[in-house]
Structures are given as C-alpha cells and as structure tokens.
C-alpha cells in the first residue's frame, strides 16, 4: 500500500491522522500511536495490548498495569524454578 498523503505540522509540531487512514488502520480518539526512527523514516504504529511476555493479544488479563496472556499465566504459575 503505497500511498501518498502530505500534512503540513501546525505551530505546536501536530499533524493530523487523515480519517481515510484512521479507518484503515481502525484508529480512533484516545489510542496511543508509537513514534519510532526506521530506516531514516519516522514510523507510527497503533499500539496494541500485548502480553508483556510472549508479544500474544488474544486473551489477556491485567497484571499490575501490564498485559499477560492466559498461556502465560498458566506457564508462571506452573513454574517453580
């Protein structure tokens, strides 16, 4: 998908998401987008909850703030090294 959109940034450094994109990639107001540096381009990504362990998004629970999956739990739980 090659597909060329140019936003110029406001006084404050913004730039808007256009709603053709936001769709696409199924972002709405308050998710959190990561800003990284790749290859030289700047990147932004939907972040997802994922299990802070095996990267999974399928049935996850909270763990102090951060996400752990079923499978996870489970291994933890079992484990007594």
Same mark, same amino acid.
């Given at each position: 998908?090659?597909?060329?959109?140019?936003?110029k =940034?406001?006084?404050?450094?913004? =730039?808007?998401?256009?709603?053709?994109?936001?769709?696409? &990639?199924n972002?709405h107001?308050?998710?959190?987008?990561? =800003?990284?540096?790749?290859?030289?381009g700047?990147?932004?990504r939907?972040?997802?909850?994922?299990?802070? &362990?095996?990267?999974?998004?399928?049935?996850l629970?909270?763990?102090?703030?951060?996400?752990?999956? =079923?499978?996870?739990? $489970?291994?933890l739980? $079992?484990?007594?090294?």
């Amino acid at each position: 998908m090659d597909t060329l959109i140019v936003r110029k =940034i406001d006084d404050l450094g913004r =730039i808007v998401v256009p709603a053709e994109t936001r769709r696409l &990639f199924n972002i709405h107001e308050g998710d959190e987008l990561a =800003i990284t540096v790749e290859n030289g381009g700047i990147v932004l990504r939907k972040l997802e909850a994922t299990c802070m &362990f095996c990267e999974s998004s399928e049935d996850l629970v909270q763990y102090r703030g951060r996400g752990v999956c =079923i499978a996870c739990r $489970t291994d933890l739980a $079992t484990d007594q090294t």
